[in-house]
């Protein structure tokens, strides 16, 4: 059964940073692509950033670029998301979810979520 779970989300000022993890179990990432998405209250859900099952990345969220980084380690089966600059209107709860082999920019492509985790950012 594959299971995703976050860790590390929280409250920040702005301009400040943050790292999530993703923690995946049931499946090895060699075989699938991690993408991170978030929703705002009152928003839909929008795709942030992905790694595919090789390693490659793929940026979905223009307001995160430059700001955001993604990355793995394929030893622990971790995916982690790298936040800085963070702005107010970053503030959402953060989804990790698995798609087998290759990444997209729509959730309906993915196959497994973690619980999500809030993340706030405010003065």
């Known amino acids: 059964q594959l299971q995703l779970v976050e860790s590390g989300g929280g409250s920040v000022q702005p301009g400040g940073s943050l790292g999530l993890s993703c923690a995946a179990s049931?499946?090895?990432?060699?075989?699938?692509?991690i993408g991170w998405f978030r929703q705002a209250p009152g928003k839909e859900r929008e795709g942030v950033v992905c790694?595919?099952?090789?390693?490659?990345?793929?940026n979905y969220a223009e307001s995160a670029k430059g700001r955001f980084s993604i990355l793995r380690n394929t030893a622990k089966n971790t995916v982690y998301l790298g936040m800085s600059s963070l702005k107010p209107e970053d503030t959402a709860v953060y989804y990790c979810?698995?798609?087998?082999?290759?990444?997209?920019?729509?959730?309906?492509?993915?196959?497994?979520w973690g619980q999500g985790i809030q993340v706030t950012v405010s003065s």
């Open positions: 979810a698995a798609a087998a082999w290759s990444c997209s920019q729509y959730d309906r492509q993915y196959t497994a």
């Open positions: 049931g499946f090895t990432l060699d075989y699938y692509a």
């Open positions: 790694i595919d099952s090789r390693g490659d990345i793929s």
